[in-house]
Structures are given as structure tokens and as C-alpha cells.
């Protein structure tokens, strides 16, 4: 799987995780636009672009402070003067552990890069992805998002979020062959020393979320879809729902749903419905029979 003459987006890709998608991206003949909110100066970036030159890529570097709230306005006209085109986007820029807390001010930190930079980006870009008729986008989530972290709330709200971001745009450009996708990747690079055991660390290696990541970019994406890639383990996941159980105006009170609340779910297997109109359809289609109304 190739990129060459592809220009891909990556943002917060100076360090962790998303560092690695670069390489790899870089490896495999992609020419990177790599956007962070890190001086140009720095070692880290200086080294970063470095080895992509050494892999015999191509990279420009891009700084953008994205912990500040702006329309990414400027940076668009960045990008544009560096490409008309660009094929891919992924969306890396993160609050980093030491601001994940649950004080407010870190909270609203945390929705404006991981949330409101995204989807700015994203809208900013989406023209030019519409124009050619093609593109990617990944977004990351993460376990906290998709179980939940009583010690990590901050996380589990934004990268929720991103699910429900993921699920609409995909809808948007299904038609024009631009396909949105999350990925939950998770490596020891991502992970604070504490939470691993020593032994256990070379499960989490880069090479499953990294490959994960190429295929997302690839244009043999799915849309619409949620990975999960860890330890050799790669998986999709979806919100799913159990068929209900129709009640009356007069059954319907809190006494029978205490009643019947053991029986939901637990006799049928489980429904995947594709969009909020279909659910709102599927409720319509129920709740007709017991008003008489005819649905054409």
C-alpha cells in the first residue's frame, strides 16, 4: 500500500503516537504537511523532519498554535500555499496527560483541540476534498471515549464526541468518496509509565494502531467506521440497540418499564441502525399502528 503523489494532513504530529503515523505515512511515499503547535526550532521537530528525510520523504512543517481558539483561516491559507490538493487528513492534535484533569478551564482546553480544531479543520479543508471528488479523515478516540475512565472524564466527553463528529460527517461524504473514520490506537508510547508493567509493554508496540492508521488512509477505507488497534488486535465497533418494546399511551409509565425492564434485550439480537433518520424512522414506523396514521 503506496502514497506516493498523495498530500497528507497530519496534525500533532511532532510527538507520540501520531509521530509514528508520520514516519510510516512518510515510508510508504506520502508527502507530509505536519502541523503542531511546537517552534519549527525546536529538537524535536528538527529531528522529526530529519528522519522523514532520511526515509526519503517529503515533509513541510507547519506551526499552529491550536490550544488557541481561531477558525483556521490562517492555516488553511498555509496549507493551500504549500498544495491544492490534499487527500488526507489526520487529525492528531491532543490535550496531553498532564492537562487531562476534570477542572473546567482543562475541560474547555481539552473540547477546543481535540473537538472545535478538528471540525474546523475539517470544514476548512472539506472543499477541497469535495472539489477532487476524494478523500480521507481520521480522527482518534480512545478506550476512555468508547468505555469510559472514571479517573479520565475530560477524555471520555471529548473523545466520545468524536464518535458522534465521525458518524455525521461520514454520512456527508459517502456520495463524493470521502470517508471519515476514528481510530482508537493505543502504545506504549501513549501511555504513562504507571499503567503498564514492564513485562507487558512490548504487547503495546506501534505496529498494530500504525497499520490501522495506513489502511484508514488508504483509499480501500470503510466509512463511517470505529477501530480499535492494540496489541495485534484490530477490531470495529458500533453503537448498537437492542429492538424495543412498543407500549401503549396508557401502558407506557415508569411502573411497566421497571416491570419489563429485565426482558429488554435479553430475547432478540441486537439492531445496527445507520443514521438518526433511520431510528427516527423505525420509531415513526411503531408508534403509526397505534394512532392509525398510514405511512406511504
Known amino acids: 500500500m503506496r502514497f506516493e503523489q498523495q498530500q497528507i494532513v497530519i496534525t500533532g504530529a511532532v ?13 510508504r511515499g506520502a508527502q507530509l504537511i505536519l502541523v503542531d503547535r511546537y517552534a519549527a526550532t525546536c ?28 477558525n483556521c483561516d490562517l492555516l488553511l491559507l498555509d496549507i493551500k500555499a504549500l498544495t491544492p490538493k490534499v487527500a488526507a487528513l489526520i487529525h492528531g492534535a491532543c490535550v496531553h496527560d498532564e492537562l487531562r484533569h476534570a477542572e473546567p478551564g482543562h475541560l474547555a482546553l481539552q ?14 479543508i472539506w472543499p477541497l476534498m469535495q472539489a477532487q471528488r476524494y478523500g480521507r479523515i481520521v ?42 473514520n476514528s481510530l482508537c490506537g493505543l502504545a506504549v508510547t501513549e501511555l504513562p509509565e504507571q499503567h503498564l508493567a514492564a513485562r507487558v509493554k512490548p504487547i503495546f508496540a506501534c505496529q498494530t494502531p500504525v497499520a490501522a492508521l495506513l489502511f484508514l488512509a488508504s483509499s480501500q477505507a470503510p466509512n463511517g467506521q470505529h477501530f480499535l488497534a492494540a496489541a495485534g488486535s484490530v477490531s470495529h465497533g458500533m453503537f ?37 433518520e433511520s431510528k427516527i424512522c423505525a420509531w415513526t414506523t411503531r408508534g403509526a399502528k397505534e394512532h392509525d396514521i398510514k405511512l406511504t
Not at 16 to 23: C, P, S, W
Not at 43 to 62: F, K, M, P, Q
Not at 111 to 124: D, G, K
Request: aromatic letters at 10%; proline letters at 2%.
Open 15 to 27: 510527538k507520540g503516537l501520531v509521530r509514528r503515523y508520520a514516519l510510516a505515512l512518510a515510508q
Open 240 to 276: 448498537v440497540e437492542y429492538p424495543s418494546e412498543y407500549f401503549t399511551a396508557e401502558q407506557c409509565t415508569p411502573e411497566v418499564i421497571a416491570r419489563h425492564w429485565s426482558e429488554l434485550g435479553t430475547k432478540r439480537s441486537p439492531e445496527v441502525l445507520v443514521s438518526a
Open 139 to 180: 480522527m482518534m478516540t480512545s478506550v476512555s471515549g468508547l468505555y469510559g475512565d472514571s479517573l479520565r472524564v475530560n477524555e471520555s466527553v471529548t473523545k466520545m464526541a468524536v464518535v458522534g463528529m465521525v458518524n455525521s460527517l461520514a454520512q456527508r461524504g459517502a456520495t463524493i468518496d470521502i470517508h471519515v
Open 111 to 124: 473540547w477546543q483541540v481535540e473537538i472545535m480544531f478538528s471540525l474546523q479543520l475539517t470544514q476548512a
Open 43 to 70: 529538537d524535536e521537530v528538527s529531528e522529526l523532519l530529519a528522519h522523514i528525510s532520511a526515509l526519503g520523504g517529503r515533509a513541510e512543517y507547519l506551526f499552529y498554535d491550536y490550544y488557541q481558539k481561531d
